[in-house]
């Protein structure tokens, strides 16, 4: 192979390579690709991409198999014969890597490679100036090297960026002669045959390393620069640095930074836990997060923190911190700088307390100050001016027009003339004005101001303050509101008094307390005795929804507001979100968007029936006295009002229940007169006599038309008598009275003790309630109810009967009309008879029904019509329960006290 330089240039060098391309043959390694005969390299050191191999090698085959070799792997390759050729190639091309034979003619390998080394400035084969790349690899099989972690990295101030690494190749497997290739400065060896997966692996490796270790002292080159300029900063700045080694945990200040830390230079003891000690005990926590940040999130590292010195005086710092990584990105080290901001901090300080006490001054007075720049035309407001005009902080724009926007539009015009009136005459400025905040409010405010002119009389600026005078402005208009409240009263109280129905009376006082109180809605609220109740009528804004008809099935009032509500106690809420009331309350009223509320209750007969509400849902609200003395007054009206109509409900209830009690006695007068009575008891008498005195005379069939008369002669008797029940519940009522129903079922179960006997029955009897009723009435509906129950039996099982009361709570009462929530009480009758279908509950509690034929059972079909009319007549009602063939359940439900004491009859 011959080498000849054709042309040369200071960036480009061309080479000529000649060669053979003979067959191959070297067992397991695969033969290279045939070439042409002549290649021209153009090799350009500064701008080539793949890197550049010297192959060099006195064997002509072997060069050709290696250029394959490293050419398919993407390398550029250049041969050289002998070592001559080898240093004179390596001179001009500085290439990445050489391949070195180690036995050639006229001068070896070994030869070659030591003075290939001294020539990239090695001072001897294994010296100190070694840049590292020959420690790297240490010995693998066949006489090869293999990279250890641990011998992948060196000082940086160790590399040489000349050195080029040498790969010996050689037949020699001896150890005699790989010590010495490495004595010549090898940095690999590999022996032939060649594997040629090895050897690309190898070169790759060294290229890799050789790169890496470049890349390293370019760092170092260029963090040496920065800290040299960094360090003539600080010093220019008077600012400490400090280095933390983050494997190690060392820590280095310098000697301004231990003057921070009141520290003598060298005291600093060189740890972090030492310096995490110097730190004030409240600031360590905030360091830490903010190193592990800048550590693991790669974020900044920015601080201030405090530091306690030996002498225990409080130095504040401001740090700022870079981090360090390794290739692996590990972080390896931390350099920042600190800085003594304590002075800093004390004027911060100083300042902020002046400006909190002009705030609170300023604050306390409802005051903004403002400076208006005339030949700007700019304002500039105090902080809480923006709070004066009800603004978000930073959202005003700073200009004259701006604030003009804010401005009644009807004030407008009074206050420009005031302004221009004292720039054009010198006048101070002093004028009241409303202002429109964001959220639609009104405030009112009086400016006042003093301008300030120039050399030449020219006006440059205007001080001033505005002072929010609306709670003023208000307590004037509620004066004035008062007189005319003071009238409109008397009207509301004229219109109320001159109605008698209920529904007119409760929208005519939410009408007229919306209109007089200017309330966004009013509603009245009747309550029940549990503490649960309906909105029955309100009056309501436009803007704000309906809540009418609302059942409030929620426990909203706690039995402690019951009680106050009762003795007539006024509750007034100016704002919602700051009120200490019940939180399920608080989200009722905020599903409705109520700010505010004035509540009073509505006493009917000295009972609490309801409540008269206010709400307020554009903003909170404070309510005055006046307006909670005319809501009260109101809620008194409502109580009268509600008393006359509760008087007139029950006198027609009655009437009306006299009419139709006098239809059922008329209709019953017609049926059971005595012209109906009178051939009844004639029939009984002489069948009696006829049984007595022709008994013997009459045939079997005769005696059976004899009983069948008379039986049916006792039930119309039955009958008769029943109808006379029924008629007298209203006609021949006693007045109630506290009734003891343990011992009516007592006295019950006593009359019937025979059919007790005959049936084998038995009656299981629980706590009963006392009530307000007629206690006759109440032994005749329990005595029918307990003797359905016995006769009504299952063939040959003996019949059970269970009596027992539940109170009924909460949602379970349905009061209507305008009476509050009576307590009420179910009696249950409960058997284990033959039933009935459900379908047949209707027909059950009406006269003259019956399920099943007289020969069964006896009965009129009464029985059940005269317990539904007493039920009726103590305000309560009756149901029933069944399935056939599992029993009946019969179920009473009854006041325990009558509304007022009174009669219902």
Known sequence: MTLKTVSTSPDHRYYQIRFCNPPFQFGDCSPPSPLSPLILMNISAPQRDAPLILVVDDEKFTRIQLRHAMVQAGYQVVEASDGEEALAAYMRLKPDLILLDALMPVMDGFTCCAQLRSLSGGDSPNGDSDSGLGQLLPFGERGTRTLTPSEDATAPSSLNTSRTPVLMITA???????????????????????????????????????????????????????EERLRLALEAA???????????????????????????????????ESFLGSIHPDDRELVTQALHRALEDEADYDIEYRVIRPD???????????????????????????MDITERKHSEKALRESEARLRLALEAAHTGIWDWNIVTNTVDWSENFEGLFCLARGSYGGTYEAFLEYVHPEDRKVLTQSLKRAVEEGTDHEVEYRVICPDGSVRWMVGQGKVFYDKTGTAVRMLGTTRDITEQKRSQDELQRQNLRSQLFAEVTLKIRQSLHLEEILQTTVTEVQRILQADRVIIFQLWSNGIGKIVTESVSPNWPSVVGRNIIEDYFESEYLRRYSQGRIYTIADVDKAEVPSCLIEFMQQFDVKAKLAVPILLKKKLWGLL????????????????????????????????AQLLEQETRQRQELARSNAELQQFASVASHDLQEPLRKIQAFGDRLKVKCDEALTEQGRDYLNRMQNAARRMQSLIEDLLSFS???TKAQ??????????????????????????????????????????QMRQLLQNLIGNALKFHQVEEPPRVRIYSEMIEGEEQQPTGNTAAQELAKIVIQDNGIGFDKKYLDRIFNVFQRLHGRSEYEGTGMGLAICRKIAERHGGSITAESTPGQGAMFIVTLPIQQRGGENLE
């Open 312 to 338: 225990h005086s409080i130095r504040w710092v401001a740090s700022k911190g870079q981090v360090y990584y390794d290739t692996s990105g590990k972080p390896v080290r931390m350099i920042g700088i600190n």
């Open 613 to 644: 509400i206010a709400h307020q849902c554009s903003h909170p609200r404070q309510w005055s006295s006046f307006e909670t003395e005319l809501m009260g007054q109101l809620a008194n009206q409502i109580g009268i009002a509600l008393a006359q």
């Open 728 to 730: 007298r519940i209203t």
């Open 172 to 226: 020699l497997e001896d150890q005699e002669s790989v010590d010495k290739a490495f004595e010549a400065g090898a940095i690999d060896y590999i022996t032939k045959p060649i594997h040629w997966a090895v050897l690309r692996q190898r070169v790759r490796r060294l290229l890799e390393a050789r790169q890496a270790t470049e890349e390293l002292r370019r760092q170092t080159e260029r963090a040496q620069l920065s």
């Open 735 to 776: 007045p109630f009275i506290p009734v003891d129903l343990n011992q009516v079922v007592r006295e019950v179960l006593s009359d019937l003790e025979v059919r007790l006997d005959e049936t084998k029955g038995q009656v299981d009897v629980g706590v009963l309630p006392t009530l307000d009723a007629d206690p006759l």
């Open 238 to 272: 008077h600012m400490g640095t400090w280095d933390w080694d983050i494997p190690s945990g060392s820590v280095v200040h310098s000697a301004a930074t231990e003057a921070i830390h009141g520290l003598a230079p060298g005291l600093f003891k060189g740890t972090y």
